[in-house]
């Protein structure tokens, strides 16, 4: 029987005598802490239900550090995170006290940025499936935009300059902005602008856009913003998502989605104003094809009247001509049509005279007719007699008396 250092001694020997030279690896970064220029990392490697398949710890030390640093650059510690996977040369070691540890020697950063890289189209791909990629830049922005719901972290530089260049606008446009702090690298990135897109998302109808804002920063800087995750509630939001995470060059797969991206804060900021001045461009181009408009119809109604006063003098200059000639004709005509007239009412007077002097008693008697009264009366009817009256007739030469000897 061994004991347990001689058994720990001898699967030294044998890690020693199978490992003469370092060897390259990959595992994702689990931990990381940092002593005295010493880097301890926990490394793990994880299966397709992303549980834990392989465990172990690793080391830089200090020398290695700086020897690695020296070769790689600043990109050493752009890879150096917790939650990326890492290509390293490990020599592993194995102690009889502390059991085994990784002694990383060199880090291939090429390694975790293009995994970073073939994890962001795998992102893109997937909300491309989901049709989702589309859905947030489909939106249309309000035809103004007043109150903007801002994500960024309190300490951000950009958030300041999107402030300064919001708030100090030199159109006079007053802005309700509501800031909604969350990490904006880092892993608690993701997680804490997703809580944040929560938080906005139960008052949306009090807001009409958001803008996830952040200073500039490296690549990996800005890995949190290629999450399938952040990503597709960025696509779901209700509400148009202006990006301003402050890149030159890559663009992240929130840019992707989002409805508008823009290359840092304070561009977010000038395309939210220029938006508002377009539309007091066109608000002001309508006013000025309305008094345009009322010019030229005024200038037509004041035509339609001076040709309306123009035809009325005219019309009733000829009307006066007119009647004046009428008056003319008419005075000139007056003593001959009186004359006619005269003449007519002396021809209708003669005919009267003529029928008068026909109907004279005189002429009627003359005319073979006689007149009988009784007491002075004429008689008009026999019944109006009795027998024995007295009745005087008169005839053309003279009268004659009678009685009635019978009625």
């Known amino acids: 029987m061994s004991s347990l250092f001689e058994l720990n001694e001898h699967i030294r020997r044998i890690i020693a005598l199978n490992f003469p030279q370092a060897v390259w690896v990959s595992a994702e970064v689990l931990r990381l802490g940092e002593s005295r220029g010493h880097y301890y990392l926990e490394l793990v490697q994880k299966g397709e239900d992303d549980s834990v398949v392989a465990q172990a710890s690793g080391v830089i030390w200090a020398s290695d550090f700086r020897q690695i640093l020296a070769t790689q650059g600043l990109g050493l510690r752009s890879v150096l995170r917790e939650g990326l996977e890492l290509k390293m040369l490990v020599r592993p070691d194995f102690h009889e006290k502390y059991g085994l540890k990784l002694q990383i020697t060199d880090i291939d950063p090429a390694y975790t940025l293009g995994q970073i890289d073939m994890q962001r189209r795998q992102t893109v791909q997937s909300l491309k499936d989901a049709g989702l990629f589309d859905k947030n830049r489909d939106k249309k922005l309000p035809i103004v935009l007043q109150q903007i719901a801002v994500i960024s972290s309190k300490t951000a530089a950009g958030l300041q300059d999107f402030l300064e260049q919001i708030q100090g606008n030199s159109f006079g446009y007053a802005f309700d902005i509501s800031v909604f702090t969350a990490a904006v690298q880092g892993v608690n990135a993701g997680p804490e602008i997703n809580q944040a897109l929560a938080k906005i998302a139960k008052q949306a109808d009090k807001f009409d856009c958001i803008a996830i804002v952040r200073g500039g920063g490296s690549r990996l800087d800005l890995s949190a913003f290629d999450g399938l995750e952040l990503s597709t509630a960025i696509a779901n939001f209700p509400l148009p998502v202006i990006t301003g995470i402050g890149h030159d060059v890559d663009e992240s797969v929130v840019d992707l989605v989002a409805n508008r991206s823009l290359k840092t804060p304070t561009a977010v900021a000038e395309f939210i104003l ?85 109907l004279h008693p005189d002429n009627v008697l003359r005319r073979g007719f006689s007149i009988t009264r009784h007491d002075g009366k004429v008689v008009h009817s026999a019944s109006e007699l009795n027998t024995g009256d007295e009745l005087e007739t008169r005839l053309k030469d003279g009268k004659v008396r009678s009685s009635v000897k019978k009625s």
């Open 274 to 358: 220029q938006h508002n001045l377009q539309f007091e461009g066109g608000i002001y181009e309508l006013g000025e094809q309305l008094r345009d408009i009322a010019s030229r119809q005024l200038y037509s109604a004041s035509l339609q009247i001076e040709q309306g006063i123009s035809q009325v003098k005219w019309s009733a200059q000829g009307r006066l001509q007119q009647a004046s000639l009428h008056i003319i004709s008419a005075k000139e005509k007056l003593p001959l049509f009186a004359q006619r007239l005269m003449q007519s009412q002396h021809k209708t007077l003669e005919q009267l005279e003529n029928y008068c002097l026909a």
